[in-house]
C-alpha cells in the first residue's frame, strides 16, 4: 500500500497570526481533492520559529519532511502535487 | 475546608439599578471570609444607594478587627436613619464572618433569618438578640456557629421570601417554608451542586412565581457552600533552563487535581517528557483561536498567549459558554476553586517579531492579571509559580 503524504499545519502562537489560520481550510479542501492519499491535521506547535526567528517565515506547514516557509494554501498544494508525481 | 461562596440578583421589574447589594472578600492570610447583604429601603437608585453604604461600611467595621461583628451591626443598626414616609429604617442587613475552619459569627437585622442546611435538614442556631436603645423596632440577632463539611448557608433578601405575595396560588409569598422546600427538593436532586448555580436556581424560582414574572422588589440570593476545595493546575510556557523540563513534566504528571496545557511548545514538552502523544481536535477556527489538541491524562490542551488573551478578556467581560477554547478555559478556571499557574519564564523570541500583531502580550504579565481577577471577582485561591 502506497504511504499516505502526511501535511501538519502549525497552530503555535506565531504561525497562527501569521497565517495559519486560513490554512485550516485545507483539513477541508485537501480530502476533496486528493482523497485519501494525503493526510491533513493540526499541530500545537512544530517549534520552527523559534528556531528560525531573525529571520522568522511563519507560517510554517511540514509536507512529510519538508518544511514550507511562509506557508500558503497554493505552495502547500503544489508541494503535494511534486510528492505525488 | 473551601467556602464556596455566591450571589445572585435581580432587579424589581422597570428599575435599572439594584435596591439590594451584595459585597463579600475573602482575607487568604487570616484564612477568613466576609460577606455582607444589604437591602435598601424602596427600589431603584435611591434603595441602591442606601443599601450599597450599609453594606460597604458594615464590611470596612468588621474587617478594621478592632471591634467585634456584632459590635460593628450594633453601631450600625443603631445610626441608620428613619425613613421619614414610612418610619422603618433606611436598609436591613446580613453579615458573616467565617474563617476555613468553620467558625461563623452572624449577625442579621431586618433581613429574613438565613437558612442553615446539614445533611439537608434545617439547623436551628441559638442566638442572642441586641434590642437597639435608639430604635424600638429594631433588634440585632447574633449567631456564633460552627459549620461542618457539606454544610450550606443561604441568606436572601425579603424580595425572595416575598416572592408571589398577593398573588394567586401564594397569598403570603413564598415565605421561608417555601424557600426551604424548594432547596431541600433542589439538593436532593443535585447533592453537589455549587452556590452559583444554587443561587441563580433561587433567583430564577422566586422570580418564576410573581404575577407575570416580574419581580415585585429586589432578589437577592447568597449561598455559602462548604466543601473540599477542587485544585486545579494551567502549566504555560516552558521553563526557563531547559534541563528542568522533565523535572516539571513530572510534577505535572504527580499533580492530583485537573490539568490545564496552555501552550503549543509546553503541549510538546509534556508530551516528549511523558511520552504521551498528542492530538488535535479537527475542527477549523479560522481568524478565531485554534483549536484545542487532547492528550491523555490532561483535561485541556490549548494554544497560549492568543487563548489566554481571549480567556483574560472573557473573565473581565463576563462572557461565559463560548465554544471556543478560550471558553473551555474559562469553565476549567472557574470550576476550580483553588488554581496553580506554573508559569513558564522561557520567551520566544519569534513573539517580539514587530510584524506581529501587539495582541501577543508577554506571559507572566497576562497571567499576573488572570490570577487578580480570579481572586478579586471570582474569589479563586490563586498560586502562581514561575519555573
Request: aromatic share 8%; glycine share 6%.
Amino acid at each position: 500500500m502506497e504511504k499516505k503524504i502526511s501535511v501538519k499545519v502549525c497552530l503555535g502562537t506565531t504561525c497562527f497570526v501569521m497565517g495559519s489560520s486560513n490554512l485550516q481550510e485545507l483539513i477541508d479542501s485537501v480530502p476533496k481533492k486528493y482523497g485519501d492519499k494525503v493526510e491533513v491535521s493540526g499541530v500545537p506547535c512544530l517549534g520552527l520559529c523559534s528556531i528560525d526567528w531573525e529571520f522568522s517565515k511563519a507560517p510554517y506547514v511540514k509536507v512529510d519532511d519538508e518544511v514550507i516557509k511562509e506557508a500558503t494554501v497554493e505552495k502547500v498544494l503544489s508541494a503535494i502535487d511534486a510528492k505525488l508525481k | 475546608m473551601f467556602i464556596d461562596i455566591d450571589c445572585n440578583q435581580t432587579k424589581k421589574y422597570n428599575q435599572n439599578a439594584f435596591g439590594d447589594y451584595f459585597v463579600s472578600k475573602r482575607y487568604p492570610d487570616e484564612a477568613k471570609l466576609i460577606a455582607v447583604l444589604s437591602d435598601g429601603l424602596g427600589s431603584g437608585i435611591k434603595a441602591n444607594i442606601l443599601s450599597c453604604m450599609t453594606a460597604t461600611m458594615l464590611l470596612k467595621f468588621i474587617e478594621g478587627d478592632q471591634i467585634p461583628i456584632s459590635k460593628a451591626a450594633e453601631i450600625i443598626m443603631n445610626s441608620l436613619p428613619v425613613c421619614k414616609v414610612r418610619r422603618i429604617s433606611y436598609s436591613t442587613f446580613s453579615a458573616i464572618e467565617v474563617d476555613d475552619e468553620g467558625n461563623a459569627k452572624i449577625v442579621e437585622e431586618g433581613n429574613p433569618e438565613f437558612i442553615w442546611l446539614r445533611d439537608n435538614e434545617v439547623m436551628k442556631p441559638e442566638y442572642e438578640s441586641i434590642p437597639s436603645k435608639t430604635f424600638k423596632n429594631r433588634c440585632l440577632k447574633v449567631y456564633k456557629i460552627k459549620l461542618k463539611l457539606g454544610d450550606r448557608l443561604i441568606f436572601c433578601s425579603d424580595g425572595v421570601t416575598q416572592a408571589g405575595l398577593g398573588g394567586g396560588r401564594l397569598k403570603l409569598g413564598l415565605r421561608r417554608e417555601g424557600l426551604v422546600v424548594l432547596l431541600q427538593d433542589k439538593l436532593k436532586e443535585t447533592p453537589d451542586i455549587s452556590s452559583t448555580e444554587l443561587s441563580q436556581y433561587i433567583v430564577n424560582q422566586a422570580r418564576n412565581i410573581e404575577t407575570d414574572r416580574l419581580a415585585k422588589d429586589d432578589i437577592s440570593a447568597c449561598v455559602l457552600y462548604f466543601r473540599e476545595p477542587r485544585e486545579s493546575m494551567v502549566f504555560t510556557g516552558p521553563p526557563y533552563h531547559q534541563q528542568k523540563d522533565a523535572e516539571y513534566a513530572k510534577m505535572f504528571d504527580a499533580f492530583k487535581g485537573k490539568k490545564a496545557i496552555a501552550g503549543g511548545t509546553t503541549a510538546n514538552l509534556i508530551s516528549r517528557e511523558l511520552n504521551r502523544p498528542i492530538t488535535m481536535d479537527t475542527t477549523i477556527s479560522i481568524g478565531k483561536l485554534p483549536a484545542c489538541s487532547f492528550m491523555e491524562g490532561v483535561d485541556l490542551v490549548t494554544e497560549g498567549i492568543l487563548t489566554l488573551t481571549k480567556t483574560m478578556e472573557y473573565l473581565e467581560s463576563g462572557t461565559y459558554d463560548i465554544d471556543n477554547a478560550a471558553g473551555k478555559l474559562v469553565k476549567f478556571l472557574l470550576d476550580s476553586d483553588r488554581i496553580l499557574f506554573m508559569v513558564g519564564a522561557k520567551l520566544n523570541q519569534a513573539h517580539y517579531d514587530p510584524a506581529l500583531p501587539i495582541e501577543i502580550e508577554i506571559r507572566k504579565n497576562i497571567i499576573k492579571k488572570m490570577g487578580k481577577v480570579l481572586q478579586d471577582k471570582y474569589f479563586k485561591q490563586v498560586s502562581i509559580q514561575y519555573m
